[in-house]
């Protein structure tokens, strides 16, 4: 019998849902990609249909097959990521979800976390998930749902409802409401998961109010788990990974220090730590990397909310360009901001700030500014706020970054990723494969069914395609930073 060696890996993302299927040299094979509405009831507020997450995640995969000119039965594994912290709960007879999942970004109980502390809760919360209380994290969002939908809390102490994070949905709906697992990358961004004991932690449950029997079974994110027989033909089910933990792994940081930086919707920048958590003192996030085995790893993480979603909000809301791709040249118009800063606090700010309740700003703009100005400046402030997060992972860990994996939609702009590499005086590196969190998924899963033997096998693909050196000069740099940090200010009045 001829040993399996592709891997079909679903990466359901914020607003889109993608399929690829990888070789054993860790090349896409095949892509497809199906973008699903945002649904924006009120300001601040953001929500997905989940049945438009499973439709897209499904179709997706049964495109990519036939792109790849493969079977179900070729698959040797499915390995899946997906967006964070967004929550579902659903009936567990039905299958069907009592209300549209509340998207990670949803700022809607930032009041119930004002409120928790005030009481202090916020110590408690660090202390054992190594998170901040922030309403971008799943446990209030899961409070709401069962407070705010009608007979839901009674249906929750009957034990009728499961929540889940998508991971957990995929899974539910792949194996026909057989299997309720997430893995514990995605169980430690619920803030109700303590990462030094490895289990949902009872008082933070009682603090929130949310009943055990709704949780999912916490798996470890590397093994067989179930099987779907949703694509023909039964394939297991081998691998999770939330997405930023997937992408680390895909960047192939498999030792302490090194650092990887996600540009999609938001930012998302991981550090590796080792084998225990790091507590931070810079209001970074403490975060299961994964699990492999019996070993569980830990990550430091900076999220800045809004980064590639600027770059819609130009296209989508202003109208000063087309296509997404059209910012770089735009920008380029300029050799410099002309004093024009964007800070893209949409969803409020993110580490290491911690305010949901600042909002975007355009600060320094003159009757001689126009829209590349504005481009440039929406470019450079994700690069601003990634600069932000690496200083205060450098203080944490007592170590300079000494180079920045990328990846991400926005790792394609060259002018932001020179400009990231100036500001942070470190080259930044852009690999060959810049799938890396749909190949960290797969990869996850192919170490679970034997098509890579270990890590060792798996780093040796990692290769560089384009590194952007540092040289910008000093003053430059600090004048831009105390610009930045001018805006900053403004944003959080």
Not at 27 to 38: L, R
Not at 425 to 434: K, L, M
């Amino acid at each position: 019998m001829t040993k399996k060696t592709h891997i079909l890996a679903l990466d359901q993302g914020t607003t889109s849902s993608r399929a690829i299927v990888f070789d054993a040299r860790g090349q896409a094979v095949s892509v497809a990609q199906k973008e699903f509405p945002q649904i924006y009831p009120r300001p601040g507020w953001v929500e997905h249909d989940p049945s438009a997450i499973w439709k897209t995640q499904l179709n997706t995969a049964k495109r990519a097959l036939r792109l790849a000119k493969l079977s179900a039965g070729d698959i040797a594994a499915i390995g899946i990521t997906n967006q964070r912290e967004t929550t579902l709960i659903w009936d567990r007879t039905t299958g069907k979800p009592i209300a549209n999942a509340i998207v990670w970004q949803d700022r809607r109980t930032a009041d119930i976390c004002d409120a928790l502390r005030k009481d202090k809760a916020d110590r408690l919360v660090r202390r054992k998930t190594g998170l901040e209380l922030d309403a971008y994290f799943s446990a209030t969002k899961i409070q709401w749902l069962l407070d705010k939908t009608k007979g839901a809390r009674a249906k929750a102490r009957a034990g009728r409802l499961a929540f889940g994070t998508v991971d957990s949905w995929l899974v539910w709906n792949l194996t026909g409401g057989q299997t309720h697992i997430t893995d514990v990358s995605n169980a430690s961004r619920t803030m109700l998961f303590n990462i030094r004991t490895g289990d949902w932690d009872d008082e933070l449950l009682r603090l929130l109010g949310v009943p055990r029997s709704i949780l999912p079974r916490v798996v470890s994110s590397s093994e067989t788990y179930a099987e779907t027989r949703m694509l023909g033909q039964s394939i297991p089910i081998a691998g999770i990974a939330g997405d930023q933990h997937a992408a680390l792994f895909g960047q192939c940081c498999h030792k302490p220090g090194m650092v990887k930086n996600t540009y999609g919707t938001g930012c998302f920048m991981l550090m590796h730590t080792g084998d225990k958590p790091m507590p931070s003192r810079n209001k970074l996030l403490s975060t299961v990397a994964w699990k492999i085995g019996d070993k569980t790893e830990y990550a430091l993480e900076g999220s800045v909310f809004i980064a590639g979603a600027v770059t819609q909000w130009l296209r989508d809301e202003l109208g000063i360009i087309k296509s997404s791709a059209e910012i770089e040249q735009l920008a380029g118009r300029v050799p410099d901001n002309g004093g024009v800063y964007l800070v893209p606090a949409f969803a409020g700010l993110g580490a290491p700030h911690w305010n949901p309740h600042a909002r975007g700003t355009i600060t320094g703009l003159t009757r001689g500014s126009n829209k590349s100005h504005i481009a440039r400046a929406a470019l450079e402030g994700i690069a601003f706020q990634v600069n932000d997060i690496i200083a205060a992972m450098e203080r944490d860990a007592g170590t300079k970054l000494r180079e920045l994996r990328v990846d991400g939609g926005a790792s394609a702009n060259n002018l932001l990723m020179q400009f990231q590499s100036d500001l942070l005086n470190v080259p930044v590196i852009r690999p060959s494969n810049t799938e890396t969190t749909a190949l960290g998924a797969a990869y996850l899963a192919g170490l679970a069914v034997g098509v890579w033997k270990n890590r060792a096998e798996i780093s040796k693909q990692w290769k560089a395609a384009k590194q952007f050196k540092p040289s910008m000069k000093p003053a430059t740099r600090k004048t831009l930073v105390s610009g930045w940090n001018n805006a900053m200010s403004r944003t959080q009045c």
